[in-house]
């Protein structure tokens, strides 16, 4: 079955770019989405389709994906942005959801 | 706006069956996939099951498939979550979640979430 793999944690100062990171086998051939999940509350759908941002989430939030990684960049890092970040994808040789493992950003 | 409400979560001998229901409100909820998704208490999040629209397909992962079951009630504006066989290693907070688009087959993320409803599955 397929596998995202990702760093269990990642950490920036605010005001920094924070950068995570989504491995799987040629990920880039997949569409990849992204959840953020501050403790206690539900996801939050934050990049969809690879780059795409829905409603409301701020142009700070950004992806992309090639080969066999897919990377979420949160620029201009704020102390809200805490949270843990899962990326999942598609496989349609399963038919299943894939989520990767999630990682957890820490503002220094 | 859209609303997502769980309902029927609570503790559960192995074994044993509970339902989990989802009222929707807020969107079209008769033109919408939608999943359930669950995090065991720590752990990351886990994609369960998928019901088109009109109910006709339905989508489960391995680890529940052929003991739970998604429906949906049109009418209602509600989706359900029958759950069988319970298994200590089914303790989880279960969301239920809206496709984005419309007329997806599985393959689409979620826009919404609703708080989730907490099932404790022990003896």
């Known amino acids: 079955s397929y596998v995202l793999t990702q760093a269990p944690s990642v950490s920036a100062a605010p005001g920094q770019t924070a950068r995570i990171s989504c491995g799987g086998n040629n990920i880039g051939t997949k569409n990849i989405h992204y959840y953020q999940q501050k403790p206690g509350q539900a996801p939050v759908l934050i990049v969809y389709d690879n780059s795409a941002r829905p409603s409301g989430i701020p142009e700070r939030f950004s992806g992309s994906n090639s080969g066999n990684t897919a990377t979420l960049t949160i620029s201009r890092v704020e102390a809200g942005d805490e949270a843990d970040y899962y990326c999942q994808v598609w496989d349609s040789s399963s038919d299943h959801w894939v989520f990767g493992g999630g990682t957890k950003l820490t503002v220094l | 706006q859209v609303q997502l409400v769980e309902s029927g979560g609570g503790v559960v001998q192995p074994g044993r069956s509970l339902r989990l229901s989802c009222a929707a409100s807020g969107f079209t909820f008769s033109r919408y996939g939608m999943q359930w998704v669950r995090q065991a208490p720590g752990k990351g999040l886990e994609g369960l099951t998928f019901i088109s629209s009109d109910g006709r397909k339905t989508l489960y992962a391995d680890s529940v498939k052929g003991r739970f079951t998604i429906s949906r009630d049109n009418s209602k504006n509600t989706l359900y979550l029958q759950m069988n066989s319970l298994r200590v290693e089914d303790t989880a907070v279960y969301y239920c979640?809206?496709?984005?688009?419309?007329?997806?087959?599985?393959?689409?993320?979620?826009?919404?979430w609703g708080q989730g409803s907490l099932v404790t599955v022990s003896s």
């Open positions: 979640a809206k496709d984005i688009n419309r007329g997806c087959s599985g393959d689409c993320p979620v826009d919404y």
